[in-house]
């Protein structure tokens, strides 16, 4: 099995910044794709961002320019900067990660960090 667990959550005005972290652990060969996803209230969960183990990254429109994901290979663990802060990002952002375990890909999902944005 394997745990995922975010941190960095919480509650900032518009116009501020913020950093989530996902830590993996558990039976792990290697992770291809780690990514972050969000769901705003009445509103199903969409991609955020993705980063592949050889560091390729791809983003939503809406984040574009102001968001960041990057990667710790040594630590299993997935960043998300998030700068420049709008209402409309208010959501609980989960991490998700592609786990290879030496045969088989499972996705595994944290249980997600609440982020709201409100002056």
């Known amino acids: 099995q394997v745990q995922l667990v975010e941190s960095g959550g919480g509650l900032v005005q518009p116009g501020g910044s913020l950093r989530l972290s996902c830590a993996a652990s558990?039976?792990?060969?290697?992770?291809?794709?780690m990514g972050w996803y969000r769901q705003a209230p009445g509103k199903q969960r969409e991609l955020v961002a993705t980063?592949?183990?050889?560091?390729?990254?791809s983003y939503a429109d809406s984040v574009k320019g102001r968001f960041t994901i990057s990667r710790d290979i040594t630590k299993n663990t997935v960043y998300l900067q998030m700068n420049s802060l709008k209402p409309e990002d208010t959501a609980v952002y989960y991490c998700?990660?592609?786990?290879?375990?030496?045969?088989?890909?499972?996705?595994?999902w944290g249980r997600g960090t609440q982020v709201t944005v409100s002056s």
């Open positions: 998700n990660a592609n786990v290879l375990d030496m045969t088989t890909v499972t996705s595994y």
């Open positions: 558990g039976r792990i060969f290697s992770i291809p794709v």
């Open positions: 980063i592949t183990k050889g560091g390729a990254t």
